[in-house]
């Protein structure tokens, strides 16, 4: 079993739609908490991160962290073609190993 | 300020042959990190630097991988021999400071093994 999960997708929605992009994970340990968007052929770039559980918004993104149920969710309000592309999570401990681990990301396609 | 920047972009070779990735971290940067990240998965951590010194090589397969980060700043990946499992994608990010909060990557170098 993968310490994180995530559907591969994926997942198509018309433009304005409200998304919702999901992990979970194994590993108690984790304490911060990525989102990372990647376009087709590029690097992945970081959307936002948490500590711990709770809630954070940017703009048209909110991310949130439910630690009891090892489980988090990015949403994506109003949602553009822009948005097209890979979500990765990412997620590491706050001691020890401090290495990311990433799932595998969930394709999001946003039709116009 | 300009990002994280890699070359090269492409590259095929045939399996056993060597092959080197060069990265230039974000200016100021002192954690460079090497990912690499098959088709379809999400990038894993092969080495870590901070400044030039080695943070976590756990991952990095050390018979035919190495690594370095000559006076801190730019870095180069080796593979040699390479297999045709290594094809994937080669990603450096860079992090201002120590904690991995917040890493910039940059485009990735594509590798092909024949």
């Known amino acids: 079993q993968k310490e994180v999960e995530q559907d591969p997708g994926p997942l198509s929605v018309p433009e304005g739609a409200i998304v919702s992009l999901n992990c979970t994970y194994s590993?108690?340990?984790?304490?911060?908490f990525m989102w990372y968007r990647q376009y087709s052929r590029k690097g992945p770039e970081l959307l936002m991160y948490?500590?711990?559980?709770g809630n954070k918004e940017d703009g048209r993104f909110t991310a949130q962290v439910d630690k009891s149920s090892k489980y988090i969710s990015l949403f994506i309000r109003d949602s553009q073609p822009s948005d097209s592309a890979t979500y990765l999570c990412a997620m590491k401990p706050d001691t020890g190993r401090r290495a990311l681990t990433f799932g595998s990301g969930t394709r999001l396609q946003v039709q116009p | 300020e300009a990002g994280v920047a890699q070359s090269p972009r492409y590259k095929i070779i045939e399996k056993r042959q060597s092959v080197a990735f060069w990265c230039n971290p974000i200016?100021?940067?002192?954690?460079l990190y090497w990912y690499q990240q098959i088709l379809g998965q999400g990038p894993k951590l092969l080495i870590q630097f901070q400044n030039n010194g080695v943070v976590d090589d756990s991952q990095l397969p050390k018979d035919r991988f190495s690594a370095e980060r000559l006076k801190g700043v730019d870095s180069t990946l080796k593979i040699q021999p390479a297999k045709l499992e290594d094809s994937a994608v080669y990603l450096c990010?860079?992090?201002?400071?120590?904690?991995?909060?917040?890493?910039?990557f940059g485009p990735g170098t594509r590798l092909t093994v024949l």
């Open positions: 590993n108690s340990a984790f304490q911060y």
């Open positions: 200016s100021g940067h002192a954690t």
């Open positions: 948490t500590y711990s559980s």
């Open positions: 990010a860079s992090s201002r400071g120590t904690s991995g909060n917040e890493q910039f």
